[in-house]
């Protein structure tokens, strides 16, 4: 089955990259305009003085020009390539994994299920990079709420199809695994049609803290053992899918976690702007600024960091820290959607908790401690009229933010976002199918366990 093909270049995709660009350089849309206004209104004082201004500032346009102009096609040419002659050729399958009435793996079955969506191939050679558009293969973990109806999808290239569904049977051999009709195109919606039936919001996850800080997970809080019994499991995952199940006729809650094989992190700018690094080299960036706080004087070459004048806070977040990419490291960026008819203004009321979905997943509030999930408000809030004139900004990351998800699109244009790095004992952590622990009672599950055929039955 297909999904939603991409529209190619788009004018939407590169005022991201420009937008993305100012971003960078601490600069917004309000910035810009307030820096062209008063370089009007400075004309129209000292007309000489601007044009002799005007005639430096152009000097050096042969040489910049060349430089801007190759940036924007790069990005377009970019941009065409994974979309027209790759991304829009490839079939998808949406797969929904339904669950019997118990499961008894721990979230430990997830882990091992995961490590095999580890893969590095698609790209051998800079042609088939930059020339063929060829990504390496991702994958999109999927929780959805269709009225307060709660089931588990996984998204996937359709040549991976067979491998995903033998890899889920062979690590929860009770579920059973169906190829459906991808569920976002039933609920379409488009923010410049004034008749759309539906409003959105939207908000991603991204960490309280660099990415080398681990989040809370089922081994940390101690979900992996294996003689506890059921009554006293806690699952982190409850939370999630109790909120997922309050929604209403005419409410649909998202969540998508596309991962891929590691690449490096683009949050890390220790070689500067432009150039992040991989999660270890990362790990001992982080590492390195916690043991410079045991020299007194860091002029004195010869005074050599000591681990054990660390405090026993600080030693414990350096270990964690080391540990995290012993585990196979994805790329990973976390989206959630909501979706409600507006028609009825007794819905759209459930968005206050999308924020605080994931905060059980945190060792301490606000960054303490170790690591923790926040949310990244993508379409607002707009605090002034100039921060959004007549709507314009809100409906196009509306509209952005939708086809993203629709797409499964996060790691390149023209939807690309800034990932975060997580190993496979976070992401089982987040995404995993629950035990009988979790009593959602709108949480779908099958009325019996799939088994073989009995061994005597007549031939």
């Not at 683009?266 to 982080?286: L, Y």
């Not at 408000?377 to 990351?397: A, H, K, M, N, T």
Request: with cysteine.
């Amino acid at each position: 089955m297909a999904g939603k093909k991409g529209k190619g270049f788009s004018l939407g995709g590169l005022y991201s990259w420009i937008t993305g660009n100012m971003d960078s350089f601490g600069l917004t849309d309000f910035s810009a305009v307030v820096a062209l206004l008063l370089i009007a209104y400075r004309g129209t004082q000292d007309p000489e003085t601007f044009w002799q201004m005007g005639a430096f500032f152009l000097a050096p346009l042969p040489l910049v020009l060349p430089v801007l102009l190759y940036k924007l096609w790069w990005h377009g040419w970019m941009e065409y390539i994974q979309e027209d002659k790759y991304w829009n050729r490839r079939e998808y399958a949406v797969l929904e994994v339904k669950l019997p009435e118990e499961i008894t793996q721990s979230p430990y079955a997830m882990e091992l299920f995961l490590r095999s969506l580890y893969q590095t191939g698609e790209i051998d050679t800079p042609i088939d990079q930059y020339w063929k558009g060829h990504v390496k293969p991702f994958f999109s973990l999927e929780l959805v709420s269709t009225e307060g109806a709660v089931r588990f999808y996984i998204w996937t290239w359709k040549q991976f199809k067979n491998f995903v569904e033998s890899q889920i049977y062979a690590h929860y051999p009770t579920v059973q695994v169906y190829e459906v009709p991808d569920y976002t195109l039933s609920v379409p919606y488009n923010a410049y049609d004034k008749n759309c039936e539906f409003d959105m919001w939207c908000i991603e996850q991204e960490l309280q803290k660099p990415d080398p800080y681990p989040i809370a997970t089922y081994v940390s809080t101690e979900q992996a053992k294996q003689d506890l019994d059921e009554e006293f499991k806690h699952d982190q995952m409850s939370s999630l899918l109790e909120f997922f199940s309050i929604m209403k006729a005419g409410e649909h809650a998202w969540m998508q976690i596309i991962i891929r094989g590691h690449t490096v992190c683009p949050q890390a700018t220790d070689k500067g702007p432009g150039h992040p690094i991989s999660i270890t080299e990362w790990v001992e960036v982080e590492r390195n600024k916690i043991l410079a706080l045991t020299i007194d004087d860091p002029k004195d070459d010869k005074q050599k960091a000591n681990f054990q004048r660390l405090p026993e806070g600080l030693r414990t977040e350096v270990k964690a820290m080391e540990l995290k990419p012993h585990k196979q490291m994805f790329d990973v960026g976390i989206r959630m959607i909501y979706l409600y008819r507006n028609d009825d203004p007794s819905l759209g009321k459930q968005k206050v908790g999308f924020p605080t979905a994931l905060r059980v997943y945190e060792h301490g509030s606000q960054g303490r401690g170790l690591n923790g999930f926040k949310p990244v408000f993508v379409i607002g809030p707009f605090d002034y009229p100039w921060q959004d004139y007549f709507g314009i900004r809100r409906r196009f990351l509306k509209q952005q933010m939708y086809d993203g998800y629709v797409q499964r699109q996060y790691f390149f244009p023209p939807i690309g976002r800034k990932w975060i790095a997580l190993n496979v004992e976070e992401i089982a952590s987040v995404y995993h199918f629950p035990g009988k622990v979790v009593q959602t009672p709108t949480l779908q599950r099958m009325p019996s366990k799939r088994g073989d055929a009995p061994a005597n039955l007549p031939t």
